[in-house]
């Protein structure tokens, strides 16, 4: 089960971003499971070799891709979660309907693009089929993950990624618990800042039971040094749902056989461990 208190995620749910790859690539889209595949490889390999994530670790495998790497990791024993939304798609919408099409796995992850600048119906209706889920996982005991992603609208990087993003998040997390809508994690852009850590750490507190998790938006393992010590410092970080960091560039060159399937594995397996380690280093 996704533990509340330590959560060491693999989110291999890509699928518009394989697409993408695959055909800028010339790679067929038929072979995008096997990515699937070798990411859980990855993981059951990092399991054997870390501690931590025998305790703690899952993974986010979809139903489009990795149908098979999900009865894989099952009889492997291995916590995995389905995600619910629509690749790509904006504003929110379905994967599949109903839910228990797509929604296989332990836990449920749900992404969400918000600004406040969207239109209000939009804001709206994507409000409300996340409250559609959130009754939907209640009733069937899956925690559920909500990942919210704030692009920028021009604004200046640095400054929007130290003060910009962090009261946009809070405001959302607030409106979402004034909804009634109270996930069990919420997915969310790391930042360096321990300021802009303590603002969406305080809106996530407000109502008991709420985590916070790290994503990685592929981005390298310095990077992410950063946000997991600014992370440490919240009270609600429970830990990081992170893919790209991890698989994509493995499992990509060994798609265009650059590199043998063990070494790819392991270089899942090793980035993994790191990520972990980065994580419990950062304390």
Known sequence: MLESN????LAADHRWQWDEWCDRHGVPRARIPEAKALALEGFLMAREQSPDIAAAGSILLDTQYASGAIASARAAGVT???PAEWPGAFPLRWASEPFDRALTGAFVKVLVRHRPDYARDVVEGQRARLLELAAWCR???RPLVVEVLIPRAGEPEAEFEATGRAPIAAAYIA????AGLVPDFWKLEGTSSREAASTVDAAVQARPG??????GKGAGLDVIAGWFA???TMATAA???IGRSVY???AASWLLGSIPRDVAAQRIADTYIALVRLWNEAA
């Open 230 to 232: 600014a992370a440490r």
């Open 6 to 9: 330590r959560a060491y995620m």
């Open 248 to 250: 994509f560039d493995a």
């Open 175 to 178: 409106d979402s618990y004034a």
């Open 239 to 241: 830990g990081f749902a």
């Open 139 to 141: 009733a069937q005991g």
């Open 210 to 215: 709420p985590r916070f998790l790290v994503l």
């Open 80 to 82: 995995v979660g389905t």
